[in-house]
């Protein structure tokens, strides 16, 4: 299994300014995958990111709104741009375990709440 | 038509009891089924995978029918730690790996 650590568990914001998520992985992994759950709805892939190479984005989601560093194969960072409070949801970063197992291991979460 | 459909409940059973939750999909080349289970204000984790010829572990009993496009999740003798919400999840087929179709979720409360 995969222990994932996420900063900030959870933030109140002002509209219009910026949040960084940070993700720590306990191993190396190539792949890390950014979701979004908004209140009462499913979960929703952002990005997929890739160390060395840019993220790719899901349909929806652009890299201006939600750019994504991937500096090592055990982190990541999500930042949230020009908030609205729109954006407020829990923001999941997850890894899978296993080739194309479908098996993800989620952080705990970041609750944003943007005023 | 949503994705993954799922009724979302909630479902009130009392210990003991048996509960059934179904879901259905809508892309007929799903290859990936999965049940994953989110406590409240907790992150979502795998509970089982699901397999054309049905599966079993434990007290939960998953099955797949690829024809009608449609999975369930059996849990018998519910535990009050089974409360939970159970989300239906598909790998969408020629997906990037981890995009995975979450549903909704159905919610059980199981009471003493």
């Known amino acids: 299994s995969a222990v994932i650590s996420q900063k900030p568990s959870r933030d109140i914001c002002q509209r219009g300014t910026s949040l960084t998520i940070q993700c720590q992985v306990d191993s190396q992994v190539t792949m890390m995958f950014w979701y979004r759950q908004q209140p009462g709805q499913s979960l929703t892939l952002i990005a997929t990111a890739n160390q060395g190479s840019e993220a790719t984005y899901e349909s929806g989601f652009v890299i201006d709104k939600f750019p994504i560093s991937r500096p090592n194969l055990t ?5 949230v741009s020009n ?18 197992t479908g098996e993800l291991f989620f952080g705990e979460g970041s609750r944003l709440t943007v005023l | ?105 159905t ?4 009471k003493p």
């Open chain 2, 1 to 105: 038509r949503k994705e993954v459909e799922q009724d979302p409940g909630p479902f009130n059973v009392p210990e003991g009891a048996t509960v059934a939750f179904n879901c259905t999909y809508s892309n007929s080349a799903s290859q990936s089924f999965f049940w994953y289970r989110q406590d409240c204000r907790k992150e979502p984790k795998l509970l089982m995978s699901v397999y054309s010829s049905g599966n079993e572990d434990g007290r939960f009993t998953a099955q797949l029918n690829r024809a009608s496009q449609y999975i369930s999740l059996l849990i018998r003798d519910s535990k009050l730690s089974d409360s939970a919400t159970y989300l239906c999840v598909v790998n969408l087929a020629g997906g990037s790996q981890g995009n995975l179709i979450f549903g909704k979720g």
């Open chain 1, 75 to 79: 982190f990541s960072t999500l930042t």
């Open chain 2, 107 to 110: 919610k059980l409360s199981v």
């Open chain 1, 83 to 100: 908030m609205s409070p729109e954006d407020s949801s829990i923001y999941l970063c997850s890894v899978e375990w296993g080739h194309g």
